[in-house]
T-cell receptor
Framework: QQPVQSPQAVILREGEDAVINCSSS?????VHWYRQKHGEAPVFLMI?????EQKGHEKISASFNEKKQQSSLYLTASQLSYSGTYFC????????????FGKGTRLSVIA | DTEVTQTPKHLVMGMTNKKSLKCEQH?????MYWYKQKAKKPPELMFV???????INESVPSRFSPECPNSSLLNLHLHALQPEDSALYLC???????????????FGEGSRLTVL
């Protein structure tokens, strides 16, 4: 089942912060985050595993609330290079279910 | 080498043509994937090969036929496609161990397919 991402789109000025949310109705084994720039392939940002954790990647970090089956991606002090579409992907805890991507959040950082 | 290489980058074909998309990785990954992506949509899983065996087929029409000749190569054979099959086809690989989740996906740049 496809995870739900919010917001669908966000526009930021350089230096501003943003939060992108991802939620699932299923118990999750993992949450993945990818960024895709226009005309390019998706690029891996991070994976968060069951057990509830927080990870950081430069000025981009994420958390996973296992009880709520929700993950949030935090972008701090945004840079122009952060522009793109962010996809979360989720793997359910039960069954041999593959990674399913959410519909994406389009992030535009302007000067 | 952390690259997934896809060829061709662009392909235009008629509905009666037969063509193939190719994907190669030399990272020793044992899981390889085909995704289809339409404009402004997320990648949609088509097939997964694990240890050179087809492990997931997401109810893809038979006009798409995957093949995994060895652990480094993945092909997608196309025949009698429809205009609505026009999309970006992404190949990916991961170091997924059996039963331990997908792991980090390394995507190729994709093959942009147009069906006339």
């Amino acid at each position: 089942q496809q995870p739900v991402q919010s917001p669908q789109a966000v526009i930021l000025r350089e230096g501003e912060d943003a939060v992108i949310n991802c939620s699932s109705s299923k118990a999750l084994y993992s949450v993945h985050w990818y960024r895709q720039k226009h005309g390019e392939a998706p690029v891996f940002l991070m994976i968060l595993l069951k057990g509830g954790e927080q990870k950081g990647h430069e000025k981009i970090s994420a958390s996973f609330n296992e009880k709520k089956q929700q993950s949030s991606l935090y972008l701090t002090a945004s840079q122009l290079s952060y522009s793109g579409t962010y996809f979360c992907g989720t793997e359910a805890l039960s069954g041999n279910t593959p990674l399913v991507f959410g519909k994406g959040t389009r992030l535009s950082v302007i000067a | 080498d952390t690259e997934v290489t896809q060829t061709p980058k662009h392909l235009v074909m008629g509905m009666t043509n037969k063509k193939s998309l190719k994907c190669e990785q030399h990272m020793g990954h044992r899981a390889m994937y085909w995704y289809k992506q339409k404009a402004k949509k997320p990648p949609e899983l088509m097939f997964v090969y694990s240890y050179e065996k087809l492990s997931i087929n997401e109810s893809v029409p038979s006009r798409f036929s995957p093949e995994c000749p060895n652990s480094s190569l993945l092909n997608l054979h196309l025949h009698a496609l429809q205009p609505e099959d026009s999309a970006l086809y992404l190949c990916a690989s991961s170091q997924a161990d059996r039963g331990v989740g997908t792991g980090e996906l390394f995507f190729g740049e994709g093959s942009r397919l147009t069906v006339l």
